[in-house]
C-alpha cells in the first residue's frame, strides 16, 4: 500500500470503531443491558443512579417490585418513565425527582414526581410535541390509566398503573 493508502486506511478504521462506539451507546440508551438481564426494577435503580449529579438529585423507591414480568411491558413502561424524566428536565428544569415502582400483587404503580416548574394539564390538548402523545399511547398499550397532577409552579405528579 502506499503512504496515502495507508493514511485512508487508518482513518476508515477510526471511523469505523468511532461509530461502533456511538452504536453501543444509543443502543444503551434505547435497550440497556440491565432491562434485558435484571428487569425494570433494576434498571431503574441503575438508571436513577446514573442521572443524581450535583443539581440533580433523583430517588428511586422500590416496593415489592423485584418479581419480572412480561419484557414487552417491563420494555414499555421503562420507556415512558424515561421521557416522563426527558420532560420534568427539559421543561420543567426540575432539580428534585422521585420514581417510585410498586406492585401489588398483578397491579404496577409507577409514580414520577418533579420539583420543576409544572404546568396546566389542559394545555396537552393542543401540544404539538410528541411526548407526551408517546406517554398515553404507551399507557393504552399497557391498558393502565394514567393519573397527572399539575399545576404552575408546583410540579408535576404522574401516577401509571397497569396489570401484568
Not at 440497556?32 to 425494570?40: K, N, T, V, Y
Not at 398483578?106 to 410528541?130: C, H, M
Amino acid at each position: 500500500m502506499t503512504s496515502d493508502s495507508v493514511e485512508v486506511f487508518n482513518k476508515s478504521v477510526n471511523l469505523i470503531d468511532y461509530s461502533m462506539t456511538e452504536l453501543r451507546r444509543v443502543a444503551h440508551n434505547m435497550m440497556p443491558e440491565s432491562l434485558l438481564r435484571f428487569g425494570l426494577n433494576e434498571s431503574l435503580r441503575d438508571f436513577c443512579e446514573t442521572l443524581t449529579t450535583d443539581q440533580l438529585k433523583v430517588k428511586y423507591i422500590s416496593l415489592n417490585a423485584e418479581d419480572r414480568f412480561d419484557s414487552a411491558k417491563e420494555i414499555v413502561a421503562y420507556r415512558t418513565i424515561q421521557e416522563l424524566i426527558t420532560n420534568a428536565l427539559k421543561h420543567a428544569h426540575a432539580s428534585q425527582l422521585l420514581i417510585q415502582l410498586s406492585r401489588e400483587e398483578t397491579l404496577v404503580t409507577i409514580t414520577v414526581e418533579d420539583n420543576g416548574r409544572g404546568f396546566d394539564p389542559t394545555s396537552l390538548k393542543t401540544s404539538k410535541g410528541a411526548g407526551w402523545t408517546n406517554i398515553y399511547s404507551r399507557i393504552d398499550y399497557l391498558k393502565g390509566k394514567i393519573e397527572l397532577d399539575s399545576k404552575p409552579g408546583s410540579g408535576t405528579s404522574v401516577t401509571l398503573e397497569f396489570y401484568v
